[in-house]
Nanobody, 124 residues
Framework: QVQLVESGGGLVQAGGSLRLSCAAS????????MGWFRQAPGKERAFVAA????????YYADSVKGRFTISRDNAKNTVYLQMNSLKPEDTAVYYC?????????????????WGQGTQVTVSS
């Protein structure tokens, strides 16, 4: 079981940047694909980005492609989400998730461990 703790959220103006971090503890982080999801008020949780176990492959939701970058440092048991050119519609609680396998997925059902979430608010 992998335990996850997100950090780095906050309030930023439109056009600004934030970097989210997700620190993992427990066994197996380096063998698991990782993902970021977000949930805005009144909406369902939505996929944002995913990365495979080695970091060699990534996948993004169309809404963030070209603006967000997911990366990982297996030596530090940490996955990151660099968010640039932020828009008000990016406002949400962002969740880190550890996959059940080593590959990439955008489906919540393919992730077995979730963090508690970190709030990102983008003002216009």
């Amino acid at each position: 079981q992998v335990q996850l703790v997100e950090s780095g959220g906050g309030l930023v103006q439109a056009g600004g940047s934030l970097r989210l971090s997700c620190a993992a503890s427990g066994r197996g982080f380096s063998r698991r694909g990782m993902g970021w999801f977000r949930q805005a008020p009144g909406k369902e949780r939505a996929f944002v980005a995913a990365i495979n176990w080695s970091g060699s492959s990534t996948y993004y939701a169309d809404s963030v492609k070209g603006r967000f970058t997911i990366s990982r440092d297996n030596a530090k048991n940490t996955v990151y989400l660099q968010m640039n050119s932020l828009k008000p519609e990016d406002t949400a609680v962002y969740y880190c998730a550890a996959g059940l396998g080593a590959g990439i997925s955008s489906r919540p059902a393919d992730f077995g461990s979730w963090g508690q979430g970190t709030q990102v608010t983008v003002s216009s």
